[in-house]
């Protein structure tokens, strides 16, 4: 129902649409996890001096890291649309924005883990070696808890970039707050619509910087 304050903000759909943010921001932050600790793995273990030095790799692995960072997202969106349609079944709503998400962040962030696993104290991985410890001992035991505060962080700086995307989503149909800001506030000129979303993404991003920052905080031992 209208209120008085903002009359054309419907809060029923203003809140179906918050709770689609919430929904492609969070599952897509999870593939992007997923996705993006694997390349950035990759980028750094087959690298000059890496455990698993491998200069061809290394050029494929960067070249579609580099690739994919470079093509801006909403036509990242549309190049994937053939893809999202046979993956999804759709190319309209929250999960048929999810592929391209995950695929724009995913690279973003593998760049911020190989920045994370370059932090982390090349005498301690020495050492896990002389001791006879096995590459996967390495890489679960030393690499990702030494270098866990540097990723956290990079998981809040990519949560806010997908908050971001999911806003640039909504404008083609994929649903959240980018989709009611622009076709039930832009398109109609009630501006008061595009007021709300906006303050309302601004808090979501404020949400995700302070649970970021409580839980790097807690982990940095420094």
Same mark, same amino acid.
């Given at each position: 129902?209208?209120?008085?304050?903002?009359?054309?903000?419907?809060?029923?759909?203003?809140?179906?649409?918050?709770?689609?943010? %919430?929904?492609?921001?969070?599952?897509?932050? !999870?593939?992007?996890? +997923?996705?993006?600790? /694997? #390349?950035? &793995? $990759? @980028?750094?273990?087959?690298?000059?001096?890496?455990?698993?030095?491998?200069?061809?790799?290394? %050029?494929?692995?960067?070249?579609?890291?580099? !690739?994919?960072?470079? +093509?801006?997202?909403? /036509? #990242?969106? &549309? $190049? @994937?649309?053939?893809?999202?349609?046979?993956?999804?079944?759709?190319?309209?709503?929250?999960?048929?924005?999810?592929?391209?998400?995950?695929?724009?962040?995913?690279?973003?962030?593998?760049?911020?883990?190989?920045?994370? @696993?370059?932090?982390?104290?090349?005498?301690?991985?020495?050492?896990?070696?002389?001791?006879?410890?096995?590459?996967?001992?390495?890489?679960?035991?030393?690499?990702?808890?030494e270098s866990m505060p540097a990723l956290v962080s990079g998981i809040t700086v990519t949560?806010?970039?997908?908050?971001?995307?999911?806003?640039?989503?909504?404008?083609?149909?994929?649903?959240?707050?980018?989709?009611?800001?622009?076709?039930?506030?832009?398109?109609?000129?009630?501006?008061?619509?595009?007021?709300?979303?906006?303050?309302?993404?601004?808090?979501?991003?404020?949400?995700?910087?302070?649970?970021?920052?409580?839980?790097?905080?807690?982990?940095?031992?420094?």
């Amino acid at each position: 129902m209208p209120n008085e304050l903002f009359p054309n903000v419907v809060i029923e759909k203003l809140l179906v649409a918050t709770g689609e943010t %919430f929904y492609m921001t969070l599952l897509a932050l !999870v593939g992007t996890v +997923i996705f993006g600790v /694997i #390349l950035g &793995l $990759l @980028l750094y273990l087959t690298s000059k001096g890496g455990l698993w030095e491998n200069k061809a790799l290394n %050029f494929i692995v960067a070249t579609i890291v580099n !690739v994919f960072r470079a +093509i801006p997202f909403i /036509i #990242l969106i &549309l $190049l @994937l649309i053939p893809f999202t349609n046979f993956l999804i079944g759709t190319i309209r709503g929250p999960n048929a924005a999810l592929p391209a998400l995950i695929v724009g962040a995913a690279p973003f962030y593998a760049r911020l883990v190989e920045i994370g @696993l370059r932090e982390v104290n090349r005498g301690v991985i020495e050492a896990a070696q002389a001791m006879g410890a096995r590459t996967k001992t390495i890489i679960f035991k030393v690499l990702l808890p030494e270098s866990m505060p540097a990723l956290v962080s990079g998981i809040t700086v990519t949560a806010i970039a997908l908050i971001g995307y999911t806003a640039v989503a909504g404008v083609i149909g994929a649903g959240g707050l980018g989709d009611f800001a622009y076709y039930h506030g832009f398109v109609r000129r009630d501006f008061d619509v595009v007021f709300v979303c906006t303050v309302l993404i601004v808090i979501i991003v404020f949400i995700f910087q302070f649970i970021g920052d409580f839980i790097t905080n807690k982990l940095d031992k420094r």
